[in-house]
């Protein structure tokens, strides 16, 4: 093994702008914060650490839960740790599936054991609490799962009206936040919702590993009542809770420095302020609307269940989908999202995230798709920059 | 939400010096990698990241297994991305259990509805082969597991023999390699290891967040033959592998940065070569070990059996164990590790980890050992740090 002549070259990754369904750009304070020197899961200072993590995920999530900290995976841990922890074989679930994570969801579901009932629905469109009554037929039900930002198709879905159907069902809610935390307003307690997890590369503009979690006080009783072990050891709500929690019982080593990112992340979310975060976000959302639309593009989600930061736009037709993609990349650095599932070649996803929604990416996303569009013959209708100035 | 007077100050965490069980000293080269600008999981620069990590694990961990790459999450994610792949309902498992990584493994394989059989040995003590066989009395067994490093006692167990114990049983082979990996030689291939997970905290020195995984051929076509889905999603090897080798279908985002500091760490691996590493933690570990026989302290584990990398050293009588962990982190800033499960309040662990197994490091902890037992009145028997560099 001595002497390998074969060892690459130390990273240089290049620098990009990421307008796509996330990773989002990440601020440099985050980025640093990633660097500072690793110090051990139970020293006192990294104790406090998680206590303030702890006090500004339950502010950007809207709840007092005791339950609320990061999970040590990415978001689609987050999503099975709701799942593992609240489902017990048998259980009846309630799935809204509209895009990839409500039908991830189902396939996480059953993996439990869960009797599932999927009520589906068209993607780049919203569901509405009909649509799961009409599902639900009357029988009760153990959970109701839906998607309050959907990222494979940037629909928004009303969460509030979800609670009124869950409570006939006897059902808790569970909502997925991955996309819509901290660029949206999200209220757990506001809304009623059980069990909501989140990921960090998207609106929190901090790289990808870690998906905050958060249970209601139902939530958890459901999990204390439970007659048989969460299946998933390492997302045992049981287990995880005592080293989050008072007890600061050993459990796995915490990844110790994406959690630095995760609480470098948050506080820039608190200072900039919550409202301003989210009219932030929408403002931007609302510019790259009005420049798409007067390029004479299409958008895919109607207006009023549309999100701002993650915008899918129709491919035109006679335009090369993944050419435009690599065409931004190579020639402006610019990354873009495809479409996923039945949107892919269909669509475009543009995300406008955390650090990354800022009126420059609006121009600079619109004057370099007019571009690379251009390229292609595509003939340009409009100004898109007045008309995103005009916003 | 808005204007929220009570946002924490960003992070200042205290250089420590980490000589515990993990998470270990990280170089600086990989602390800024963490901090390198993010990119997309399907950026071709961070593809070619990829290949070189799984090229430079593969080295590392002795073996041309096709299945070679770090899971999403930290060691413990490991093991059990291992058990649910391999266990099916019903399943036979034989584990072998002398700490708190096998008491685990059983726990594990529980929840993945194995019918597990443990293997129980002292605690600071290597199982043998026989005891083993004894354990399975003739019966087969689909899987038979042991833990290369026992993290919570610092026990080395030989792997080599524990193959014919499996072939015997008809069952596959699974290793903890969380500790060893990197700091003693590890040959997956060389010993007929079919599946391992390790973890990037110990001696591969970079901070905690992802375990790195490796399956056999034959590991691989258990998978494959599974009549059952593997019970966890994100966990499901059939998925992830698809994401790590040729198709580059999406899973889940990978957590990129953290990513980043593994590539490097790697790298650094290569760069010194496994021999001259695995030689630089036998050295250190032997000169701990000869000044701390010198100050009159007793090693938990009998010499032929020791890791290098991580030593248990009994607390001697009337020593307050916690106020010397306590004065070694305020007065020094020096982490060592406590006791687990049964060894509790009994022993500390001191770890010589990567970048952290260093003659200076030794001197160190020899040093500042001295000095706070010395003030809780402990007989210094002789000059540590003769016998430390008399090795």
Redesign the interface.
Known sequence: ????TD??A???????T?L?P??S??SP?V???????????L????LA?MD?IR??LR?VM?TRNELTFPM??????GM?TCL?NLIEPGDRVLVGVNGVFGT?MV??A???GAEVRAVEGEWGRALSPEAFREAAAGEPFALLCAVHAETSTGVSQQIPPLREVADDLGALLLVDCVTSLAGTPVELDLWGVDAAYS?T?KCLSC???LSPISFSARAEERLRARSK???????DLTLVASYWGSERV?????????L??L??AL?LV??E????RCARHRQNGRALWAGLEALGLELAVPEAERLPQLTAVRVPDGIDEARVRRDL?EAFGI?IGAG?GPMRGQVWRIGLMGAGSTRKNVTLCLSALSSVLADQGFALRGDPLAAAAGV
């Open positions: 093994m001595t002497g390998m060892v690459p130390p990273l240089l990754p290049p620098t990009r990421l796509g996330g990773p750009d990440v304070s980025l640093q914060a990633l660097a500072k020197p690793t110090v051990g899961h020293d006192p200072s990294f650490a303030e006090r500004m502010t809207g040590s995976g990415t978001g689609s841990s099975e593992v991830r396939d996480v059953e993996r439990c990921g590369q790289p990808p590993g072990k969460v299946q998933s050891w390492y997302l050993y459990h796995h080593t915490a990844p110790i420095n994406m630095y990112g609480h470098e506080r608190l200072e302020g919550l409202e301003e990349l990354e996923l």
